[in-house]
């Protein structure tokens, strides 16, 4: 296969730079950090939604379309009988210059073609409900241009999911309003929604089109719609079938000359009895005949965004707001690769997981999938650094959706906030990875007030207990919930969402995900769990030795009380290992499951699937064994059977063929996914696992093999997925195309190749106390530093390794004083730290 480059990282704007419009999947960037969230790949392609990819998409998406990414925000400029857009498609027309920018929460896209130059800066301001378009206009040549302009978005009726099914009621309901220069999307406001959107530009138009089958045509292509052909606007008013919003603008730049036009894509909500203003001016809760939708707050932000110098400034904001988040870690470690994968898209990425979870993705069609209980607290490990108080509303509303035995739903809306019944509970890993975010939380911040917190139990008022308390019943769920090795049940599956030990499924038409289990008497037990629970049960004990010790006030337990509690779940953390040591290791490496019927998965004795990534990863993490040798020893296995040029697969040997007994694992062809894929999410768990072992250069090797960075250098073409982020799933040794990215973006790994790197192998942690520092680090370093702001102090920390030892450090000095112990004690202010391994 040809290896082709598409672009290049720009380390000092914080930016990727695609120079060739035909990558080899569209690579795309996310636009807006709070609510409003724009999709944008390098061609323009893309949607934006307010909150809820499924309640309130605002513009439509046909995923997996022909030809591919073909819905966005297009400019169709006229120039002549030549057509083109800006960022080559939909037109397709070739372009005398092409480059797409993408930034932190910015893209800016600039194309060329007879010495005109459109360049399209697209970003959501801060604290705004809408998609900024700034078009600047340039003419590069001797001649004056006469030049016609179109924009063109589609609406989406709100409805991500109905938006695509539902037509014989869909082509009835659209309705616009057009006011000056401003297209107004109204469809179901008449009735029970208080939304609406808007798309507007600050010059007087000549002309629009709101109704999709005049401006393009019934049988004509988005490549050159009817009204672009023949050149004149239609102003056309949608009345049900498919609102659009295009306004058609002329241009005339002199030789040199340069001109600005700003788009807003905006989203409104107003209150019900001010909906609508009567002729007279007077407001109702209630259409009429000449009723008009109030369009107050859509002008405000219309006005603020309305110039150059308001865009310029909204964007510096946008600007020194990553700034300042990118300013909390910084490393310099003299290796390009590595600095701007720690220094900017790791962190970058661990923003957007966080605000989108699963959702919204060119793989994930945003009505699937809403907040995932195990995937945001892990996510919010990543995340909890940059802004601590979203990531505390995030814990209390997860927490939010546990039920009172501990156990939780898989899944919530972000709108509602509700569990999702479709995909219900059973999941008995989930439990744990309350206590990984929260623990998380209270060492980057210190603030124990939220274990007060009362928070309920499936969002049911009344029922609310301390968050605290939520804690302690999800570590109570696991050891409940034991089975006959008293290792945990797996229930419904762990982590991995495709082990269903207790599914059984023949029936094509039922997802694995959602079908009733059967797990009454069932004897599936999980290794991955065993390890998780260790890990967090030891996090949970700290925490309680830490609440007891600091006499930290708390509305339900004591000082005595804390004790008690830590010393109750270190008598279960002992158990639980040795129960693993007992019946969970199979010789050479930890097995990785018992079936329903208590047979061993993830065995020597198995024909396939003889060894799991996931065991291996938590319970090296969790040290078992590692006194006897035994955390070595699985992760030599790891090396020995899993490990391949891209990474590290799931499983080996692949399941050739459907396992009824496992469900759905084994219905992936050999190399993809959970059967036997590089699943990124994972890697960094046996990675921790080899800084556990002290082993620098092994956890080193496994890292590169992932780190967009180094792929980036290697392999654009193969890889095929964006460069600058992590992918959930790299197709495994057994594949088809070893090396072949899938599911960008959005994956766990963001968060935990942050956790790793910035935590584990440079080693800067943060616990109750202050920062550890501990690196694991490959022999060839010898140096790098560190600038940490941590609860408003900083420290500068430089690590010195001049014998290239890869773990343990002989020296601490902290503001020119020797410290015993690796704990830089907290204390306000900044403060410089030498470290000598
Ligand atoms: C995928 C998993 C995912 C699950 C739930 C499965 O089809 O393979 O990776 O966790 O669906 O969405
Ligand atoms: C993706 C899911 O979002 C995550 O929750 C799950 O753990 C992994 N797939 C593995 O199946």
Redesign the pocket.
Known sequence: MENKKYGHFDDAHREYVITDPKTPWPWINYLGNEDFFSLISNTAGGYSFYMDAKFRRITRYRYNSVPMDNDGRYFYIKDGDTVWNPGWKPCRTPLDFYETRHGMSYTRITGRKNDVEASVLFFVPLHTWGEVQKMTLKNLGNEVKKLKVWSFQEWCLWNGATDMENFQRNFSTGEVEIEDSVIYHKTEYRERRNHYSFYSVNTPIQGYDTDRETFVGLYSEKSMPDVVAEGTPRNSWAHGWSPIASHYIEVELQPGEEKDLIFLLGYVEEKQEQKWIAPDGSFSDKDGLDMVINKAQAKKMIADFNTTEKVDKAFAELQAYWDNLLGIYVAKTGNDKLDRMVNIWNQYQCMVTFNMS?SASFFESGI??GMGFRDSNQDLVGFVHQIPQRARQRIIDIASTQFPDGGCYHQYQPLSKRGNNDIGGGFNDDPCWLIFGTTAYIKETGDYSILNEMVPFDNQPGSEVTLFEHLMISMNHVIKNLGPHALPLIGRADWN??LNLNCFSWDPNES??TTENNSEGSKAESLMIAGLFVVTAKDYVELCHTLASKNIEHSTFNAQQFEAEANRMSEAIDKMIAAVKKDGWDGEWFLRAYDFAGNKIGSNENEEGKIFIESQGWCTMAGIGLEEGLCDKALDSVKERMECEHGIVLNNPAYTHYHVEMG?ISS?PEGY??NAGI?CHNNPWVIIGETVAGRGNDAWKHYTKILPSYVEEKYQTLHKVEPYVNC?MVAGKDAFRPGEGKNSWLTGTAAWMWYTVSEFILGVKPTYDGLLIDPCLPSTAKEYSVTRRFRGAEYNIHVSNPQGNQKGIKSLVVDGNPVEGNIVPFSEGKHTVEVVM
């Open positions: 699963r699937g999938r969402d495709c694995f995900q759905e992936y996914k959970e699943f959930q």
